[in-house]
């Protein structure tokens, strides 16, 4: 087993045998299900109560209302006194009182008073309110129900692009969250692979390791490992979500993700990972207490994000400029491509060939730059290296 | 002597100054070599150029049993002057790691790290976790991971410092017996008296410049006048400056200590003590290599 496998291999075997990182790999997944759940999950729960709705109706649609409305959700109740005599009465919680009259009709303004803070879905009792006022002036121009009803029907666009298919990018969806994920994991996983190196220098290991290992093996191990640690981690979510899409959701994750477009889509993933990574560890390595970093290494942290500035423009137009520009600059490549691949019919099979090509040349002068400064940086006690001292390093 | 280890002309430059310069020396194989010098000598630099963690501006770092051009670096053991291993690992994981960087047999590892953790009074200690030992346990584990390996040649840096007195004998005979077994030990240390203790030759630095190489008798003999102290009620009626072997007389309270001239006769000197002369202890020794380091250190004594 070479160097570079030996030190891969104990990166893994450090991080599965601690308990945080154990336990980020099962919290991290939950935290995203807590925290994109739960809120709809809590804000349903509210609307999931009934809520009285009393109508003084002065205009006669209190019965089409009342259909309107599923009892559970809203129920309403006519009701002929005013809104003092509602509120002298004493009940508040979860009511909304309606004051349905020509006045009201004639000024296009129809009041909704609530008697507590307690709303109900408002846009509903609007939509309600306005389908069986339309209703009733077309009725009263003279059209019969069935007319109104043909009226009433909507159409949708199909949308065929200049292939003569249909589009269809939901086809594409699941290998694109896929490879997502692994994209993702970069964040989640290259500051492991930021503090690995930093670590080996607080706990002032570095000169042992080096009297047995080259720089270039460290470094490497350090990035295979931390690769595979993320892979690790992809697995595990996969693991827990697929069944989950499975069973619950009805998607046949496995027939979806054989598409053609898949191959691609992980090989920019994996080159955006590489790239991303030899910068990390080799920034990790200029640092030595990350309590006192300063903000120029923490910056690199927001390189990963870049694409994200691009995804507005691209998902109006897939091969627009700001796209195309989106896909040479290497550092926004594996993103903006992931995007573009799910998004776009085809993507011409020069751009991808270009960027691909793009990317692995600089990522090789990436990680070639990066081993450079990780030989001098990691070596270096005391302090962090500042900007300077890294250009200076960069270029000796 | 079959020479493990030769340094040919090395130096270095950090910065525009010039830390090691034209340095010259050699290991023999079993011999424990001293590298001696004030703080900012340049020893640390010399041995980073051998282990190749950097590499010297000009020179030459030869071994003399490997024929490729590299380092030999699973053959050589080496304890940093930066003391430190994984905070959170466990000690026996730690050191089968730095053993199978060194491609040393994991089993045959083992089986040495439970025998020099009971030999280090750390038995029972394997599944502990670094973090949880003390500052001096910690060292010993790191002095085992640069010894587990059974290297050729062993490069210790300030292997003594922060150890207690207990530890440190425990540390001096370990590096015997390693010597004893035909490893080639490069100890820099500052504790002199351990130094006069171990070693069989010293290579001494300052300034980056060869100061004294040698046996280390040879360099006591050549470097180190004998002195003479002399502890009596003898107040200011002596004047042994008189004599004409002496170079110069320090007296504290009733203790007289009396520096010879280079090959000056301490037998002379003696004959001739008068009897009035009050003695109550007497000692004839030479100059301590604490006293040379001194000397160098204070810039007492020229480079080369």
């Given at each position: 087993m070479t160097n570079t496998l030996k030190v891969a291999s104990w990166e893994i075997k450090k991080n599965l045998t601690n308990k945080s990182f154990l336990i980020s790999i099962i919290l991290t997944p939950l935290m995203m299900i807590i925290f994109g759940g739960l809120p709809s999950l809590l804000s349903m729960l509210e609307f999931n109560q009934v809520h009285t709705l009393y109508v003084r109706d002065e205009i006669g649609i209190y019965q089409e209302l009342e259909a309107s409305f599923n009892e559970e959700e809203i129920k309403v109740l006519q009701y002929d006194g005013t809104i003092e005599d509602l509120r002298k009465e004493g009940k508040k919680a979860r009511t909304s009182y309606l004051e349905l009259n020509e006045e009201a009709m004639a000024s296009n303004r129809i009041n909704l008073y609530t008697l507590d803070d307690a709303k109900p879905n408002t846009s509903s009792i609007e939509a309600a309110v306005n389908q069986i006022i339309e209703n009733r002036k077309m009725s009263d121009l003279g059209l019969s129900n069935q007319q109104i009803q043909e009226l009433r029907e909507g159409y949708s666009l199909n949308i065929i692009n200049a292939e003569g298919e249909k589009e269809d990018f939901m086809r594409k969806i699941i290998p694109a969250i896929f490879a997502a994920i692994i994209y993702f994991s970069i964040f989640i996983s290259g500051s492991m692979t930021f503090q690995s190196a930093t670590q080996e220098k607080k706990d002032k290991m570095v000169e042992v390791l080096m009297s047995s290992v080259t720089p270039r093996d460290l470094m490497q191990g350090k990035i295979i490992g931390c690769f595979v640690l993320g892979m690790i981690q992809v697995l595990v979510w996969l693991a827990v979500g697929i069944p989950i899409a499975y069973y619950?959701?009805?998607?046949p994750v496995f027939q979806l993700l054989a598409i053609k477009e898949l191959p691609i889509m992980l090989l920019f993933a994996l080159l955006g990972y590489l790239l991303y990574f030899s910068m990390f560890v080799s920034l990790g390595s200029t640092i030595e207490d990350p309590a006192s970093a300063g903000n120029f290494q923490g910056m690199i942290f927001i390189l990963p994000m870049l694409p994200f500035m691009f995804f507005g423009p691209i998902l109006a137009n897939p091969h627009g400029i700001v796209a195309k520009i989106g896909t040479y600059f290497p550092f926004s490549t594996p993103g903006v491509m992931l995007v573009r691949i799910t998004l776009a019919n085809q993507v011409p099979a020069i751009e991808i060939i270009l960027s691909l090509l793009i990317l692995c040349v600089t990522t090789y002068f990436v990680m070639k730059l990066a081993g450079k400064l990780f030989k001098t940086a990691?070596?270096?006690?005391?302090k962090n290296a500042t900007p300077q001292e890294i250009m200076k390093w960069l270029r000796h | 002597m079959e020479k493990i280890l030769s340094i040919d002309n090395i130096s270095k430059e950090f910065g525009g100054k010039t830390?090691?310069?034209?340095i010259s020396f050699e290991v023999y194989k079993g011999e424990i070599m001293g590298i001696l010098g004030p703080n900012g000598a340049g020893k640390s630099t010399t041995i980073r150029s051998i282990m190749g963690i950097i590499y010297p501006d000009s020179g030459r770092i030869l071994?003399?049993?490997?024929?490729?051009?590299?380092?030999p670096i699973n053959k050589i053991g080496y304890l940093p002057e930066e003391r430190g291993l994984?905070?959170?690992?466990?000690v026996m994981d730690v050191l089968l790691y730095l053993a199978d960087l060194k491609c040393y047999p994991k089993d045959k590892a083992k089986k040495r790290i439970l025998e020099y953790l009971e030999k280090f009074n750390?038995?029972?200690?394997?599944?502990?976790?670094?973090?949880?030992?003390?500052k001096g346990m910690a060292q010993k584990v790191q002095f085992i991971a640069s010894i587990l390996h059974e290297p050729e040649l062993l490069i210790l840096d300030e292997?003594?410092?922060?150890?207690?007195p207990v530890s440190q004998d425990v540390f001096k005979e370990e590096i015997r017996e390693i010597a004893k077994g035909g490893t080639s030990v490069l100890l820099s240390a500052h504790q002199m008296n351990l130094v006069e203790a171990l070693c069989n030759r010293i290579f001494l630095i300052n300034e980056g410049k060869k100061v004294v190489y040698g046996r280390l008798e040879e360099i006591k003999e050549s470097f180190a006048n004998f002195k003479c102290t002399i502890n009596g009620?003898?107040?200011?009626?002596?004047?042994?400056?008189?004599?004409?072997?002496?170079?110069r007389v320090e007296s504290v309270d009733d203790n007289k200590v009396i520096y010879f001239k280079k090959g000056a006769s301490v037998n002379e000197f003696l004959q001739k003590l008068s009897k009035d002369i009050d003695i109550k202890e007497l000692h004839i020794d030479r100059i301590s290599l604490h006293d040379i380091f001194v000397k160098i250190a204070k810039g007492g004594m020229n480079n080369d």
């Open positions: 619950l959701f009805d998607i990691i070596l270096m006690y005391g | 830390v090691v310069n034209h071994f003399h049993n490997h024929n490729s051009k590299g380092i994984y905070k959170n690992v466990k750390l038995k029972g200690k394997e599944k502990v976790k670094i973090e949880e030992l003390s292997p003594f410092s922060g150890l207690d009620n003898n107040g200011y009626n002596v004047d042994f400056t008189l004599f004409p072997s002496v170079e």
